[in-house]
């Protein structure tokens, strides 16, 4: 009985997880309607983290009233105890849909086109690899069927997840990001390149200095050499 009961618990509480993991991953996309649709927006896979394939997720439905499908086309001719007709409101074949990310810290944006995911009518994505942490910006451009799109989804709070360090995540170890490695060697290599231009400079100075030496020594000798000429002549009239 023991054991049956701590069954039915080990059950239940892996039922609340699931569910809890499901209503996290809902939060952490935005939805809105745009026009005659509705967009549900965000990461492919949530939480994004620095430097991990990624991309946009987009969730297209039709806010339209629903036409209903012959039941035959689902349920090859076998015949549903429900009258009801079977809805979709999925909106497939889309190909004229892009996406411009933006990485709102630095400014740096690409655009890139949507394709629709095998199987799943109506979900378009397109991946690309975060390189670096905070807040994204997602503007859907071009149309649906005839329906222009210009509408801009930012990562945050209350929207979708922004893309979070590595270092956040990562056990027993924290490792330098790729990112901050690269700088650390752009950092050194330009310190490098100005010490070497400073060496330059001072090298560059000495042999000036040397020169100037160089030559007014022998001004100063040419000067004593006609100085004691002239007193030879001097010397001689007397």
């Given at each position: ?29 935005e939805g ?5 649709y509705n967009?549900?927006?965000?990461f492919i ?11 946009v997720s ?7 009233e ?5 039941h035959?086309?689902?349920t ?13 409101n ?11 990310v933006?990485h709102?810290a ?8 949507l ?11 397109v ?17 649906i ?9 930012e990562?945050?709070?209350n929207?979708?997840?922004?893309v979070k ?10 490792l330098s ?14 310190t ?15 042999s000036?200095?040397i ?8 001004l100063?000798?040419?000067a ?7 007193f ?7």
């Amino acid at each position: 009985m023991f054991l049956f009961n701590r069954y039915v618990c080990t059950v239940l509480l892996l039922v609340v997880l699931f569910a809890v993991m499901g209503v996290r991953s809902a939060m952490a996309h935005e939805g809105r309607n745009v026009g005659d649709y509705n967009f549900i927006v965000g990461f492919i896979d949530e939480p994004a983290i620095e430097g991990m394939i990624n991309g946009v997720s987009l969730r297209l439905t039709s806010l339209k009233e629903k036409e209903p499908h012959d039941h035959n086309a689902h349920t090859g001719g076998v015949e549903q105890s429900s009258d009801d007709a079977i809805h979709s409101n999925a909106v497939g074949g889309i190909d004229t849909l892009e996406v411009e990310v933006t990485h709102i810290a630095s400014g740096i944006s690409k655009l890139m086109s949507l394709k629709e995911s095998f199987g799943i009518p109506g979900q378009y994505e397109v991946g690309f690899i975060p390189t670096s942490p905070g807040p994204y910006r997602f503007r859907f451009v071009g149309d649906i069927k005839g329906q222009a799109v210009n509408e801009i989804f930012e990562s945050g709070n209350n929207t979708f997840d922004e893309v979070k360090s590595a270092k956040e995540i990562q056990f027993p170890l924290q490792l330098s990001a790729p990112r901050e490695t690269e700088n650390a060697a752009r950092g050194a290599l330009e310190t490098a390149n100005e010490a070497r231009e400073d060496a330059a400079n001072v090298a560059s100075s000495a042999s000036t200095g040397i020169l100037l030496g160089a030559i007014a020594l022998i001004l100063g000798v040419v000067a004593l050499s006609l100085a004691v000429l002239a007193f030879q002549r001097s010397g001689r009239k007397a």
